[in-house]
């Protein structure tokens, strides 16, 4: 039973290219939360996608969008990249639409903006 | 705004003693409260997780405490380990939703 994977590993960007993410869930999960963790930090929460809907969103620009497929994977999309935006982007998945689901994550992807 | 944090930023431990990581959180209406460990270049992987009508909840070799009186959450870890080293995460969510707050996390390192 695979877990929660993500794609790409690792990324370089320059400021004010645009980025996108992968993440497939694990099995049988249907929701899909993404997180940015900064070096040394918590993850901060960015959305969540419910039914390829996003039902939550945390405090960051449009600039962070998002996609969720028939399939459940789901895309992190981040345009007009800031040096800012370096850091461990990670994906964690669950089951249910009902509130206080445990969610399991994936290893991440590593982005560096120059 | 509403944040969860830790006491102890890292903490030293002797291999088969026992630790103890803590946290407060500020949120009243959280309501589901989880552990996650981290271990270098990984994601959080999931420990143990506790909702707010309980107080204690055990697994193997972890235990979790909440004391809702003063919005504390603890972590105990029993005859620690060298793959027990990793920075451990308490993080919250309220009662509706599936949002997780994560605190800022505390290093574990265990000394052979």
């Known amino acids: 039973d695979a877990g929660v994977t993500q794609s790409p590993t690792h990324l370089i960007k320059t400021r004010g290219q645009q980025v996108t993410l992968r993440c497939s869930p694990k099995s049988g999960h249907d929701t899909v939360s993404w997180y940015q963790q900064a070096l040394g930090q918590g993850p901060q929460f960015i959305f969540q996608?419910?039914?390829?809907?996003?039902?939550q969103r945390g405090n960051f620009p449009d600039r962070f969008s998002g996609h969720q497929f028939p399939n459940y994977s789901s895309e992190l999309n981040v345009n007009a990249l800031l040096l800012g935006d370096s850091a461990l982007y990670l994906c964690?998945?669950?089951?249910?639409?009902?509130?206080?689901?445990?969610?399991?994550f994936g290893p991440g992807t590593r982005l560096l903006v120059l | 705004g509403e944040s969860v944090g830790l006491h102890l930023p890292t903490l030293s431990v002797q291999e088969g003693d026992n630790s103890i990581i803590n946290c407060a959180y500020s949120?009243?209406?959280?309501?589901?409260f989880i552990w996650y460990k981290q271990e270098s270049g990984k994601g959080p992987q999931f420990i143990i997780d506790?909702?707010?009508?309980?107080d204690k909840r055990q697994g193997q070799r972890v235990t979790v405490l909440l004391n809702k009186t003063v919005k504390h959450l603890s972590l105990q870890i029993a005859a620690t380990q060298p793959g027990d080293s990793a920075v451990y995460f308490c993080?919250?969510?309220?009662?509706?939703?599936?949002?997780?707050?994560f605190g800022g996390g505390t290093r574990v390192l265990v000394k052979p």
């Open positions: 993080a919250e969510t309220p009662a509706a939703g599936n949002k997780l707050t």
């Open positions: 949120n009243s209406a959280s309501d589901y």
């Open positions: 964690a998945s669950s089951s249910g639409s009902g509130a206080q689901e445990t969610q399991y």
């Open positions: 506790i909702r707010s009508n309980m």
């Open positions: 996608y419910y039914e390829e809907e996003e039902r």
